[in-house]
């Protein structure tokens, strides 16, 4: 009985960690594909990077800053995240509503891997 209830602890814990690599691996790919959409999106015109891109917009630190929604909130509505936190860069940053559902979890996994060290 005991044994029976070790070996059931041991294929536990071994499932959580290949389910925890597993997320780990997914979150890189999403990370990556957001990239590759923030490079095709353009949006280094308005913001920065490590310092690549315009500097008077820059998002190092944006996943400590904001929170996922926050993130998904100013991709997909711009103009009401503007008047909410009342900002006041110019220009406007633009709606990216009808980006496909895929590329907006993708910068928003990207966005939220920009943490402040």
Excluded: F
């Excluded at 070790?6 to 890189?28: P, R």
């Excluded at 990556?32 to 913001?47: D, F, L, S, T």
């Excluded at 990216?96 to 990207?110: M, N, Q, S, T």
Aim: charged fraction near 25%.
């Amino acid at each position: 009985m005991r044994i029976r209830r070790i070996g059931t602890m041991c294929a536990v814990v071994v499932a959580g960690l290949l389910s925890a690599k597993a997320a780990n691996g997914q979150d890189k790919a999403q990370i990556e594909h957001g990239i590759k959409v923030y490079a095709a999106q353009k949006c280094n015109v308005c913001h920065a990077i490590e310092g690549k891109g315009k500097k008077t917009g820059p998002l190092d630190g944006v996943g400590t800053k904001l929170t996922g929604d926050e993130i998904r909130q100013w991709l997909v509505n711009a103009p009401e995240m503007t008047k909410k936190t009342n900002a006041k860069r110019k220009p406007v940053m633009k709606n990216y509503a009808k980006l496909p559902k895929e590329e907006i979890d993708a910068l928003v996994a990207y966005m939220q891997s920009l943490k402040k060290s």
